[in-house]
Every structure is written in C-alpha cells, then in structure tokens.
C-alpha cells in the first residue's frame, strides 16, 4: 500500500516547455487535489477532482490544466512554463471530501 | 473568504520544553480543523483533526489541540518537545461548504534547542 506517489521527483524546465506531473493513489480515494507551495506561502490548491469525471478550479488555476484520468490518477499539466510556476507540487487524496486528506512526497520544480 | 492565519513564523523551544504554536481562522460556521506537520523535504502528514464533538482532540506523537470557538481558534499543544518535532507546521481548515480543498495557514517553523 503506497498511499499517494508523484512522479517525478524533480524536474528543471526552461521557460515555454511544457510538462505533466503524475499523481496515483492506492486507497480507493473518491477526491483527489493539487497544491503548490511556495516559501511563506503555505499550500494553495490549484485544482481538485470531488469524485471521478469531474474536476474545478481552486484558488492558483492559471496556467494549469488538470485530467482525472480514471479514480486512481490525477495529473497537473504545464502547458507552456513559466518562472512564476517554480514551485513544490503536491498531491493529495481524501476519501470524500469531509475526511482527511493524505499527501505525496511532492514534485519539486524549478523553471528556468 | 476563508483564511487560516498562523501568527508565529518561526518559534524556538529548548528541548524537554512545552510547545504552543498558534492557529486562528476565519468562517463562521463550524470548519473542519487539521493540523499537519512537514519534514524537511517530505510530505505532509497529519497530526490531529476536529470535526465536531470533544474541543480537546488527541493526535499523534503527543500533541493535542484544542477548538475554541468564541476565539476562533485551534491551537497545538505539546507538553514536552523532542528535538524530533522540529519540522514545518500547518494548520488547515474546510469550510465545509462543498467538495473544495483545505486552506492552510502559511506554517510555522519549528526549531528545538539542545
């Protein structure tokens, strides 16, 4: 039982490239969610997903995009990098959106 | 909208000390309180929560916290601090209001001295 992973770990980017973080979680989770976290900033949600199929916007969406590709995954896009998204991304799962929510290590990314 | 103010940046406590660290929020009907703590370089596990019932909640490694809701608080306790606790701390909260996510305080920093 993993819990929820992210990959990858790292990741540098230059400015204009895009990417796609990867999340999964093992434990039949109903909701899934992206955060980022910056130094002084604590967590912000960018997008959640309440159950499979669906997903909305949080306080951070631009220059994201989010596809909750089945219930076990959730992936973050970078379309098009940009410096302002240097940043620590994290995964997390809840069961329904009541209960606790369980975190992944964390993508840390840097764009250059 | 709703906002989770952690007061305290950084706070410093001799090991074997207690261990207060500050958490107000803004909402007025009843949220759903968590504390999580952040390790260097990890992710964010959960210490305790409230959702109703008993103010006074019991999580793991000894800490506690307790709801007060005339002072729109929920503060984390720890009787006696080990230099192991020294981490990132964050208080967060759920409105309650719909399947969104938690809003987080900016965090506290830890630092226990020998």
């Known amino acids: 039982n993993a819990g929820v992973t992210q990959t990858p770990k790292f990741q540098v980017l230059k400015t204009g490239q895009s990417m796609t973080l990867q999340c999964a979680q093992d434990m039949n989770h109903n909701s899934m969610y992206w955060y980022r976290q910056d130094p002084g900033m604590g967590l912000r949600l960018i997008y959640y997903?309440?159950?499979?199929?669906?997903?909305d916007k949080g306080e951070v969406p631009n220059g994201y995009n989010v596809s909750r590709l089945n219930k076990r995954e959730f992936s973050l896009r970078l379309e098009s990098a940009a410096p302002s998204q240097t940043s620590v991304y994290f995964c997390?799962?809840?069961?329904?959106?009541?209960?606790?929510?369980?975190f992944g290590p964390g993508t840390r990314l840097l764009v250059l | 909208a709703q906002s989770v103010t952690q007061p305290d940046i950084h706070i410093t406590v001799s090991e074997g000390a207690s261990l207060e660290l500050r958490c107000n929020y803004s909402y007025g009907a009843t949220p759903y309180l968590f504390w999580y703590v952040q390790s260097p370089g990890q992710g964010l596990q959960l210490l305790l929560k409230y959702f109703s019932g008993d103010t006074l909640v019991q999580g793991i490694k000894g800490f506690e916290a307790e709801f007060k809701r005339s002072q729109s608080s929920f503060n984390l306790r720890k009787p006696s601090v080990h230099w192991s606790d020294a981490a990132e701390y964050f208080c967060?909260?759920?409105?309650?209001?719909?399947?969104?996510?938690?809003?987080f305080g900016k965090g506290t920093h830890l630092i226990i001295q020998p």
């Open positions: 967060a909260h759920h409105s309650g209001g719909g399947a969104d996510g938690l809003t």
């Open positions: 997390a799962s809840s069961s329904k959106w009541q209960e606790t929510q369980y």
């Open positions: 997903s309440a159950s499979e199929g669906t997903t």
